[in-house]
């Protein structure tokens, strides 16, 4: 199988290299060229447009900031698309969005994944998954290459509206762990012992295990910038809009981002909102 991979950053560059590695046949295409030619020291393709990617692969992957950029290529790869192409769309975009890509006459899945830059190197994705199940069924030995936990979750829009729901999770409990990081050490407690002990509890998550070190040393090297995950807070509350309900405590959250990206921490790791916190107690 021959695959188009367009986005090649933090995320695309592993995943697209974990699909070489499996023995597919990967043309990469980013606007960074730096990123296009480590893709071929890996033993991929390169391409010089979005169009030469496309033509004759039998799937394309889209791995793109946001909704904006998804759509730009969208009308490229269905006006060079064979007549069977799959475009699976693993961007994080609004749901809405990815109908508009099922509505071009294209066989399509969104496929938002969550695991971070750790994840997409290590091939352990989560990867919820919208659209029709057939497609979902075609995809699932290469969705399998960069993912642990695939589901495939309703039709078109759904992988989204998951992933909307995974953000606003995964920013809250950043903001808790950054809430319980000031009050030990406000108290006199060492928090990473005392994070240690809520790590093996009934608080332990994913964030804990693999964030807590480092967010007690005040280590924000990006696997997940702020600047993204504020882009995903809008798209969570604009979700909550459509379907008519009240996430008061998304709001909050969605607040606290964008409090960091405007005190200039955008291109920091999304455990900055720590900083947030800090400074909220100053």
């Given amino acids: 199988m021959s695959i188009a991979f367009i986005g090649l950053g933090i995320m695309g560059s592993p995943m697209a290299a974990n699909l070489v590695n499996a023995g597919y046949d990967v043309t990469g295409y980013d606007v960074t060229q730096d990123r296009v030619d480590r893709l ?3 033993g991929g393709h390169a391409a010089r447009s979005v169009a030469e990617a ?3 692969a039998d799937t394309v992957i889209t791995m793109l900031p946001d909704s904006p950029q998804v759509e730009q290529v969208a009308p490229t790869i269905v006006d060079h698309g064979g007549p069977d192409l799959l475009y699976i769309d693993m961007s994080t975009i609004r749901p809405d969005t990815s109908r508009w890509i099922a509505g071009q006459g294209i066989r399509s899945l969104d496929a938002p994944v969550s695991g971070g830059e750790k994840g997409a190197v290590d091939g352990t994705l989560s990867i919820m998954v919208g659209g029709d199940p057939q497609d979902f069924e ?3 030995p ?4 960069v993912g642990k936990t695939i589901v495939h979750v309703g039709p078109s829009g759904a992988g989204q509206t998951v992933k909307a729901a995974n953000q606003l999770v995964v920013g809250g409990i950043y903001g808790l762990v950054a809430e319980a990081i000031v009050l030990l050490e406000a108290s006199g407690v060492d928090p990473g012992k ?4 809520l790590a093996g509890g009934l608080a332990g998550s994913r964030i804990l295990e693999l964030k807590r070190r480092s ?3 005040r280590e924000f090297a990006p696997g997940f910038r702020i600047d993204l995950h504020h882009k995903d807070m809008g798209i969570a509350l604009a979700a909550a809009r459509e379907a008519g309900v009240a996430l008061p405590l998304t709001g909050q959250v969605a607040q606290l981002v964008a409090a960091a990206r405007a005190q200039g921490h955008g291109a920091l ?7 947030v916190i800090e400074r909220l107690n100053a």
């Fill in 215 to 217: 967010m007690v040393a």
């Fill in 40 to 42: 071929v020291d890996q």
């Fill in 194 to 197: 005392g994070l240690d002990v």
């Fill in 269 to 275: 790791d999304h455990s900055a909102l720590l900083k």
């Fill in 54 to 56: 496309v033509k004759g």
């Fill in 142 to 145: 290469l969705l399998k290459v």
């Fill in 138 to 140: 075609r995809a699932l």
